[in-house]
């Protein structure tokens, strides 16, 4: 059994998690944590000596997500273990403190077929899977590095990701191919990360006749737009829209007789994120030049992290709850386009933007992008991946913008060269100069 | 900061006091308040492993409560939590209550009063309002003071007062629940407040107000969220929360539609529709709003009072489940109305109008979402502004109000403002 901790004051988990981890893993249980509250930073010098070596003891067995790191003092990251100042109780110093402990839902090994997952979000969901116990198989073309490294990931953790994941050379697009590839492959699980059109579906389910779970992620780009917000799962989709492939494999799963589920993102974001979100935004913070924001820059639209994400899909393996079931999977709160803007300039420590505000209806770009983001309210409700998964977002929008820079753009790393044309044709039009650092 | 703890729940058939349990009644942890570690709902590590009743459920969780040091909320006096917190509401009516409301005579609120006295009533409880003022004053000509005939109807008692003399007005009467719906600071409430306490009552309830959040990029307001710090409300909540009674909650509203109203929400844009004027909205029109139903505010209140554990020490956003668009509303209105909305945007400033007495609403995002509500007393919403506005829309014509002579002086000069730009 795997089993799990949640959420609990770390200042606690140096007095009890030791024990406990041990106690664990000698009745043969696998012990993981999987996240921690954010809370005050404490140097980890300043911590009494008896805690000191009860947050080695935690570091040694822990085996989690996020990582310890002891040395490096106050700093708002997730990735590291906060420190609360301890209150120790009377009863915590006589040893007298109980606790019970959670046990997640014990999901046995899996045989995991995941369709991409060398980009953005299988990066995250194959490290979460891999280290739940599961075997990972990626399926891609090849043409981009199975695995990739990750900014604060040791050589370590990176050496054991990438030799427990299998890759499985194929084109999804030749069905025929695909479905001889995956005959008697004996996968139990599915996570179609990339599919796109309901036509994608059918090879792989042919070929995989006792398939257990299939895991789509769709998206919330789906819905039909509307004058009343948020978009919950039992809202109209729009048969016309962009994304109606995904729509379609949606209907294409339930129809078929299998056990699916499916995801819902808005705006993904985080390090590594490929669609100029974050990053469309950081390269003008960083160049000094003011944000163009189409309109009033009221419309309300939402982040999810990709982090947050990956665990939402690892919520729903084995799941019960979600058989056949939708969930919406963003951040717990909206913003508005300026806000975005704001929260930018936030996390990479740049000053208040200027914001330029435009009528989009005034230019022809051509073929470049004004804004990354849809012209229009946008954004979704979570409540029912809450309730039923028992999940989550653990970044509010400025700490997950933080991460994304921290660990991307503010390293210098980014997937798009800027592209100020759009820009340039506002600020003239609107007759404001741009000063800029060469 | 609050202590943060996932709690699942223990297999229920194991445990036919909670019967009836779900999902739905794991509250967020953020709302756990943790005891200490002498409290009676720590079980030990050993009995889970042991086939307890505690560790095997249906979904495989188990129950996980750490205990910790003391935190004082933010609100006052710490309260150690139950073994399972969140309960799940009811949906029958529980023992009847005797239920108190201290009503305002005007303004958004009063309705709240009337809505509730009805379905308290109709739910066997048994109701006291208490209507600040004199029966006899101008007030009370207008809805829906005007029909407190339909509650005494009902069952429910009515009488009128002074919330600085509770007594006077119920005389010796002791009630199990008292409302304010009235009063917006301290100076107001404390009276009604003190009074309950030395009357007995054992849950305290106090309408608030969602205009008490501070502005934020992030939509939506949520609960536990910033308010703003000179806010009378505030004042008043700490004040409750810091008295012990047995249980309290505050709730906070937006707009309300629903008959007897007694300010103006909808009827603002029929007004305007039905004439075939233009309906000038503050630019761009995609503020978003909460119109809800009354009727969603009256279920929401009368679940805490038949759930007093499951909403003790809560504020909840009084309000549906969507929010609404300035634009969005004009189409539904149309829409009741069998017309083609016409909207004009300006800017106040530009026009020279006070936005406050231009529109009906805050210009601005404006936006609660009443999660505290769902996840604590699984409550649901029933508004359905489209739907409900057609119903609103013939109550508004069979009163005659399309045909009565309305002046539209802001109006006007808003839309001479437009052609002189």
Known sequence: MSVRFWKFDPAISYHILPPFVADIQKLGHRSSVLSISPCRCLCFSRLPSHCQRAAAAVQASYNGLHKIDMHRPCEQSSSLLWVQPINVTRAQKRG??????????????????????????????????????????????????????????????????????????????????????????????????????????????EALPNLQQYIFCSSAGVYLKSDLLPHFETDAGDPKSRHKGKL???????????????????????????????????????????????????????????????????????????????????????????????????????????????????????????????????????????????????????????????????????????????DDMILEKLGKKVTVAA | ??????????????????????????????????????????????????????????????????????????????????????????????????????????????????????????????????????????????????????????????????????????????????????????????????????NGAQQFLFASSAGIYKTSDEPPHVEGDAVKADAGHVGVEQYIASLSFSSWASFRPQYMVGSGNNKDCEEWFFDRIVRDRPVPIPYPGVQVTNISHVKDLSSMITLAIENPAAANGTTFNAVSDRGVTFNGLVKFCAAAAGKEPKIVYYDPKAAGVDAKKAFPFRNMHFYAEPRAAKEKLGWKSCTNLPEDLKERFEEYTAIGRDKKDIKFELDDKILASLETA
């Open chain 1, 248 to 422: 379609d494999t949606e209907s294409m799963l339930d129809k078929k007789d299998v056990n699916w589920t499916s995801i819902r993102p808005v705006y993904i974001y985080g390090p590594l994120n490929y669609n100029p979100v974050e990053e469309w935004f950081f390269h003008r913070l960083k160049a000094g030049r003011p944000i163009p924001v189409p309109g009033s820059g009221l419309q309300i639209t939402q982040l999810g992290h990709v982090k947050d994400l990956a665990v939402a899909f690892l919520k729903v393996l084995g799941n019960e709850k979600a058989s056949k079931q939708v969930y919406n999977i963003s951040g717990e709160k909206y913003v508005t386009f300026d806000g975005i803007a704001r929260a930018c300039a936030k996390a990479g420590g740049f000053p208040e933007p200027e914001l330029v505000h435009f009528n989009a209806k005034e230019y022809d770009f051509g073929k470049s992008k004004a804004f990354p983001l849809r012209d229009q309210h946008f954004f979704t409700s979570i409540e029912k991946a809450k309730k039923e998964l028992d999940w989550e977002p653990k970044f509010g929008l400025v700490d997950g913008l933080t991460d994304s820079y921290k660990l991307d753009f503010g390293r210098g790393t980014f997937r798009k060269k800027p592209d100020f044309t759009a």
């Open chain 1, 96 to 205: 007298g403190v109980q606790c019970a402990l959670a046990a997640a839902t014990a999901v046995e090994s899996k045989k995991i077929l995941m369709m991409g997952g060398t980009r953005f979000i299988g990066v995250y969901l194959a490290r979460l899977l891999t280290e739940a116990g599961h075997e990972v198989t990626l399926f891609t073309r090849g043409k981009a590095p199975i695995t990739t490294q990750l900014a604060d990931e040791s050589d370590d953790e990176y050496k054991k990701f990438s030799s427990a994941v299998k890759h499985l050379q194929g084109d999804r697009q030749d069905f025929d191919g695909l479905k001889s590839k995956l005959s008697g492959s004996g996968f139990d699980v599915v996570y179609d990360i990339n599919g796109r059109e309901g036509a994608e579906v059918e090879p792989i389910l």
């Open chain 2, 1 to 198: 900061m609050a202590m943060q703890a996932t709690v699942a729940i223990a297999d229920h058939h194991a445990s036919p006091t909670y019967a009836g349990l779900s999902s739905s009644s794991f509250g967020s942890a953020s709302q756990l308040r943790l005891s200490s570690a002498s409290s009676s709902c720590i079980a030990s590590s050993s009995s889970l492993f042991q086939g307890d009743a505690l560790y095997s459920s249906s979904r495989g969780g188990a129950l996980l409560l750490i205990s910790g040091s003391k935190r004082r909320t933010q609100l006052g006096a710490y309260r150690p939590a139950a073994f399972f917190p969140s309960v799940r509401a009811s949906s029958s009516a529980s023992t009847p209550k005797k239920v108190l409301i201290i009503n305002t005579n005007s303004g958004g609120h009063a309705v709240i009063g009337f809505w509730l006295v009805k379905e308290l009533q109709s739910r066997g409880h048994e109701v006291t309002i208490l209507t600040v003022g004199d029966e006899s004053s101008d007030k009370m000509k207008k809805t829906p003071f005007s029909r407190f005939s339909e509650l005494r109807e009902a069952g429910a008692k009515t009488v009128w007062g002074d919330p600085s003399n509770v007594g006077a007005a119920v005389g010796s009467a002791s009630f199990d629940v008292v409302l304010d719906n009235n009063g917006k600071d301290l100076d107001a409430v404390k009276p009604v407040i003190d009074w309950a306490k030395g």
